[in-house]
């Protein structure tokens, strides 16, 4: 008996399975394209020469610089700079100082802008304050204070800065130390005498009296 194939239809009135027979594997359709492809480049040859192109102008060479500035030394021989060393500049008066500006590392006072300048030479005068003061005899240390004087100062000043009147009874007494305790007189210089008008360098009260030289004692003095 010869088999026949039956077919089946869906409620639709569609065949089953789209009309495809039965173990047939089924491949959707690919989609169509969305877009051409692209179009392959395209050469072209040709025997024109190219254009010519402009170049920007080399860059400026470097100055040349100086050759070195050598200084011969006594042992070797040293780079000082690349080029002599430059004059040094003038003095101004802002920055000038003069030798008196300073004492002992002090700057020099200054009083409504002007300002004193210190002497060169100077001495340390050992000046007793006692008014009263025993000689040739062993007596207390006298109260005394050393002071800086310029050696230019007259022994009349010098009088009037210590504090003597200007008269001639009033003057300056040198004392020397005896040792135990002991003073003994020396010099006298009166106000007005020919002596003060000296200075202190004339009678030798110099720089290194105090230091490398015997130091210097001095009092007022009232003669009788």
Known sequence: MTESTQYFRTMSGDPPNGGVPPGTAFYPAAPPPTMAPPPYPVYQFSTQPDPCMFLPPPPAAPPVQPPPYYQD?????????????PAPPAPSAATWSPPGASLLGLPAP???????????????????????????????????????????????????????????????????????????????????????????????????????????????????
């Open 110 to 224: 200054s009083f409504d802008g002007i300002e004193y300048l210190y002497p060169q030479d100077h001495t340390v005068l050992h000046i007793i304050m006692d008014k009263f003061m025993t000689l040739n005899q062993a007596t207390r240390l006298p109260k005394w204070k050393p002071q800086l004087f310029a050696t230019g100062l007259t022994i009349g000043e010098l009088i009037r800065t210590l504090g003597g009147p200007d008269d001639a009874r009033y003057g300056l007494m040198e004392v020397h130390e005896q040792g135990d305790g002991r003073w003994a007189a020396g010099q006298v210089i009166l106000q007005g005498s020919e002596q003060a008008k000296k200075t202190l360098r004339d009678v030798g009260w110099i720089e290194t009296r105090g230091f490398s030289a015997k130091p210097v004692w001095l009092k007022i003095h009232e003669a009788e």
């Open 73 to 85: 030394c006594p042992y070797h021989v040293e780079l000082i700079s690349a080029s002599p060393p």
